[in-house]
C-alpha cells in the first residue's frame, strides 16, 4: 500500500530524534497528572514555565483539554484515572435550578475542596456548553474501551445523562434542534461573533446524543422501562434531525454554493422554502470561489438569519467526520479542501483554528476590540497544535473504515498528515511545547502563549500513538464502533 510505503520513507529520516522527543514528551505529560480526592484524576491545562517563577498558570483541570489526556490514558489502559476524572466530573454537574445538569468547564482542589467553575469564575463570565456535551461522549467511550458496562449502565450515569438531556431535549422558541448558545461557549472561549448556533457545538451536540443513546441502551438491557424507551425514541428522532439540519443549512460546496446564490430571497409562507433564512447573495464572501475549488467541501461556522458564517473552524470539522455526522464522501471532500488550502490551514504549524481571521473595524466590532485575539493570533487565526490530532484521527478513522475508498487521494491525505507530524516533532520541543503560535503561516510563538500546554503534548502523543504504536486503536475513536471492539 502506499501509505506504508509513505512511512517507511520517512521512519528513517536521518536527523530524526524521534525516540527521544516521545520518551521527552512522555515524561512531561506524567507531570501534567494532578490528584483530587488522593487519585490522579486528571491534568492540569499547562505546566509551570520551568525558567520562570510566576505562579503556575493554567493550573486548572479543564474537561475540553482532558479529551485529548483522557483518550491517551484508555489507549493505554489507565482506565482507573479515566474513571475518577469521570466521577469527579459527575459528583460536579450542576445541581442549582438555573444550571442543573451543566458540567464545569474546569475545577481544581484546594485544601481538600472541589472547587469548579461553570463560568461565574472565567474571564467574562462565559457558559460551560462544550465541556457538558463531552462527558457522555467520554463517558462512552470509556465504557466500551475498558468494557466497564455496569459503570455505564449504574444509576448515577444514567441520572447524569437525563440531567444533561433536560437541558437539551425541551421545547425552544425556535423549534429547531440546534442548541442556541451565547458567545464563547466552546474552545473559542473569547468573544469571537460565535455565538447562536456555532458547528463545534452543534457536533459535539450530535456526538452527545449519540453517547447518551448508547449509554441509555445499556440500561435498558438491564431493566427495560417504558420511560427510558421513550426518552430514546425522542433522541434518535433529534440525532436524526440534528443531523439533516446540519447536512442541509452548513454543508457546503462549489455546487451547493452555485444553487444558494441563485435563490429567491424574502421568501413568506408556507409554501416550500429554499431559503429560509433569507440569506442575500452579497453575503457569499469573495475567498470561497477559490477556497472551495471543484471538488472541495466543509461545513461553515454557523447559521443564523440572514448571516451564515463562512469562516472554517478546522475542530468542528474534523468532530463531523470522527462522529460520522459527515458521509464518507463528504469526508474525503473536507480532506481535499484541506489539502487544496495547506498553506492557509497548515502552513507552518498544523493547524489553524479558523479562517479567515477578521482584521480591522470588524475585529473591532466583533472581539471588542480584544488584543488577545488580534487577527492572525490565538482564536482569530492562529494555528494550535493540540487541533492536529483530531484532524490525524479523522483521516484514520477514514481509512480503516474505508479502506478501498479513493485510494489516490487518502495517500496524499496519508502523506501529509505525516509532514504535519514531522513538522510538530522537529518544531514543538523547541518551542517548549506552546500553547499557539501566530502570524499568517504560524511561524511565530504565541504572543501570549503558555508554554508546556498539555495538549499540546498528549495532542502529538495520541498521533505518534496512532501513526506508530497501534494504528488499529483509532477505531476508540469511534462513538459508533462495536461495543466489544478493544
Ligand atoms: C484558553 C482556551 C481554552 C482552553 C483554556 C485552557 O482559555 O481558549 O480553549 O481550554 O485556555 O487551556
Not at 483539554?65 to 479515566?82: A, H, S, T
Not at 463545534?200 to 422501562?225: F, N, P, T, W
Not at 473595524?361 to 482564536?379: A, F, I, M, Q
Not at 473504515?401 to 510538530?424: F, I, R
Request: with cysteine; hydrophobic share 40%.
Amino acid at each position: 500500500m502506499p501509505t506504508n510505503f509513505s512511512q517507511e520513507r520517512l521512519r528513517v529520516r536521518p536527523s530524526s530524534k524521534e525516540e527521544s522527543v516521545v520518551q521527552k514528551a512522555k515524561e512531561q505529560f506524567e507531570r501534567t497528572l494532578v490528584l483530587a480526592r488522593g487519585q490522579l484524576v486528571g491534568s492540569v491545562a499547562a505546566l509551570e514555565h520551568p525558567r520562570s517563577s510566576e505562579a503556575l498558570n493554567y493550573g486548572e483541570v479543564f474537561l475540553r483539554d482532558n479529551v485529548p489526556v483522557m483518550m491517551y490514558l484508555l489507549l493505554q489502559g489507565r482506565f482507573e484515572i479515566v474513571r475518577h476524572f469521570l466521577e469527579v466530573c459527575l459528583d460536579l454537574q450542576s445541581s442549582t435550578y438555573q444550571t442543573r445538569g451543566v458540567f464545569p468547564t474546569s475545577f481544581t482542589e484546594q485544601n481538600g475542596n472541589l472547587i469548579a467553575d461553570y463560568g461565574q469564575r472565567s474571564i467574562g463570565r462565559i457558559t460551560s456548553v462544550d465541556a457538558s456535551l463531552w462527558w457522555p461522549i467520554l463517558c462512552w467511550l470509556y465504557v466500551r474501551r475498558s468494557q466497564d458496562r455496569d459503570f455505564g449502565a449504574s444509576q448515577k450515569v444514567q441520572r447524569g445523562a437525563q440531567l444533561l438531556l433536560d437541558l437539551v431535549l425541551h421545547p425552544s422558541f425556535e423549534g429547531t434542534p440546534v442548541l442556541f448558545v451565547p458567545d464563547c461557549a466552546f474552545m473559542i472561549d473569547r468573544p469571537m461573533d460565535v455565538w447562536g448556533a456555532p458547528l463545534e457545538v452543534e457536533v459535539l451536540l450530535y456526538g452527545c446524543l449519540k453517547s447518551c443513546c448508547h449509554l441509555m441502551e445499556l440500561a435498558q438491557q438491564d431493566r427495560s422501562s417504558r420511560l427510558l424507551e421513550q426518552r430514546l425514541v425522542l433522541t434518535r428522532q433529534w440525532i436524526h434531525n440534528l443531523r439533516s439540519f446540519l447536512l442541509k443549512h452548513y454543508w457546503v460546496t462549489s455546487k451547493t454554493m452555485q444553487v444558494l446564490r441563485r435563490r429567491p430571497t424574502e421568501q413568506y409562507g408556507d409554501q416550500q422554502h429554499q431559503n429560509e433564512f433569507n440569506v442575500q447573495p452579497q453575503v457569499i464572501p469573495d475567498w470561497l470561489q477559490d477556497w472551495l475549488e471543484n471538488r472541495g467541501g466543509y461545513l461553515i461556522g454557523n447559521m443564523r438569519t440572514g448571516r451564515p458564517d463562512f469562516r472554517f473552524y478546522s475542530l468542528g470539522n474534523s468532530l463531523a467526520c470522527l462522529f460520522g455526522l459527515l458521509t464518507a464522501p463528504q469526508q474525503r471532500a473536507l480532506f481535499r479542501l484541506v489539502l487544496h488550502n495547506r498553506s492557509d490551514l497548515i502552513a507552518q504549524m498544523p493547524m489553524r483554528i479558523c479562517h479567515p481571521p477578521m482584521e480591522a473595524t470588524e475585529w473591532s466590532n466583533k472581539t471588542g476590540s480584544d488584543p488577545k485575539n488580534w487577527p492572525w493570533s490565538y482564536h482569530n487565526g492562529g494555528h494550535w497544535p493540540s487541533l492536529l490530532w483530531y484532524l490525524g484521527g479523522a483521516i484514520l478513522l477514514h481509512e480503516q473504515l474505508h479502506p478501498q475508498a479513493d485510494v489516490l487521494l487518502m495517500g496524499q491525505t496519508k502523506a501529509m498528515l505525516e509532514e504535519c507530524y514531522w513538522s510538530q516533532l522537529n518544531q514543538l520541543p523547541r518551542q517548549q511545547w506552546a500553547e499557539y503560535f501566530d502570524g499568517p503561516t504560524g511561524t511565530w510563538v504565541g504572543q501570549q502563549a503558555r508554554t508546556y500546554q498539555t495538549w499540546t503534548i498528549v495532542g502529538f502523543l495520541l498521533l505518534h500513538h496512532l501513526l506508530r504504536v497501534n494504528p488499529g486503536d483509532v477505531t476508540a475513536l469511534h462513538i459508533d464502533g462495536p461495543t466489544t471492539a478493544r
